[in-house]
Nanobody, 126 residues
């Protein structure tokens, strides 16, 4: 069993930055995928950024590409999401997720991910 705990959310003005962290514990592993997903009120959960653990290939949604950066500290088993140039439309609950095997469409196949954190709220004021 893998436990994921997010932190780093908060409120920020548009144009500002935040860094989210996701600490993993339990039956961690060196392969598979970890990623960040978000869900705004009344909307479906969507993929934001995903990283393959084996070779560090990254995927970003078009809406965050160039503004967000996903990274992994393997020693600390901690996943990060650096969010720059934040917009009001980035406001959502952000979740960390993990899967033992990477799906064919890492951002779109949200239900594929077995392990989820409790979420951390990000609010961007315009």
């Amino acid at each position: 069993q893998v436990q994921l705990v997010e932190s780093g959310g908060g409120s920020v003005q548009a144009g500002g930055s935040l860094r989210l962290s996701c600490a993993a514990s339990g039956a961690t592993y060196s392969r598979g995928c970890m990623g960040w997903f978000r869900q705004a009120p009344g909307k479906e959960r969507e993929g934001v950024a995903v990283i393959w653990l084996g070779d560090s290939i990254t995927y970003y949604s078009d809406s965050v590409k160039g503004r967000f950066t996903i990274s992994l500290d393997s020693a600390k088993i901690t996943l990060y999401l650096q969010m720059n140039s934040l917009k009001s439309e980035d406001t959502a609950m952000y979740y960390c997720a993990a899967a033992h095997l990477c799906p064919g469409r890492p951002l779109e196949q949200v239900s594929w991910y077995r392990y989820w954190g409790q979420g951390t709220q990000v609010t961007v004021a315009s």
